[in-house]
């Protein structure tokens, strides 16, 4: 993704958070605002930056990874402020990323994700795809569930 497309994206996302629920947003204008929102979560993620992710997360927001793990928003915030994965990437392959709409309040995520970097149990480069779950709240998209698969095998 080029510099000017993740200026781009931050830019929708921040807005997204900003302002008050659209109240007459198209499908396709909220499927951006998911979609840019979705993406500069995962750079949030990226740069170990909490407060970032603390204002997209769901404050009641839960994430259950392929191994059976269950983590909650708290877990992901202090993971982030301990920076307890260094990541050199956590980045959605291009092209693999699509947004669905069910009814106006609930949207759905669904890429494949490479995760590359360092961690308790040390280096890690591995992708997956995981599908992430907004809502609409009052003020704006939230990520409210996650679940991720197990890692593909190395092809």
């Given at each position: 993704?080029?510099?000017?497309?993740?200026a781009r994206g931050a830019a929708v996302a921040l807005g997204v958070l900003l302002m008050?629920?659209?109240?007459?947003?198209?499908?396709?204008?909220?499927?951006?605002?998911?979609?840019?929102?979705?993406?500069?979560?995962?750079?949030?993620?990226?740069?170990?930056?909490?407060?970032?992710?603390?204002?997209?997360?769901?404050?009641?927001?839960?994430?259950?990874?392929?191994?059976?793990a269950v983590f909650t928003r708290e877990d992901l915030l202090r993971s982030a402020r301990?920076?307890?994965?260094?990541?050199?990437?956590?980045?959605?392959?291009?092209?693999?990323?699509?947004?669905?709409?069910?009814?106006?309040?609930?949207?759905?995520?669904?890429?494949?994700?490479?995760?590359?970097?360092?961690?308790?149990?040390?280096?890690?480069?591995?992708?997956?795809?995981?599908?992430?779950?907004?809502?609409?709240?009052?003020?704006?998209?939230?990520?409210?569930?996650?679940?991720?698969?197990?890692?593909?095998?190395?092809?």
């Amino acid at each position: 993704m080029s510099p000017i497309q993740k200026a781009r994206g931050a830019a929708v996302a921040l807005g997204v958070l900003l302002m008050p629920v659209l109240a007459h947003a198209t499908p396709e204008q909220d499927r951006a605002a998911v979609a840019a929102l979705d993406t500069e979560y995962q750079a949030a993620v990226e740069r170990n930056d909490a407060d970032a992710m603390a204002r997209i997360l769901h404050p009641d927001m839960i994430l259950v990874v392929g191994r059976g793990a269950v983590f909650t928003r708290e877990d992901l915030l202090r993971s982030a402020r301990e920076q307890e994965f260094i990541y050199e990437r956590q980045v959605e392959e291009e092209g693999t990323q699509t947004v669905r709409l069910y009814g106006d309040d609930t949207a759905i995520v669904t890429a494949l994700l490479w995760l590359k970097g360092t961690g308790p149990d040390g280096p890690f480069d591995r992708r997956l795809w995981f599908s992430d779950t907004y809502v609409r709240t009052p003020e704006g998209w939230r990520y409210a569930f996650g679940q991720a698969s197990l890692s593909l095998p190395t092809p």
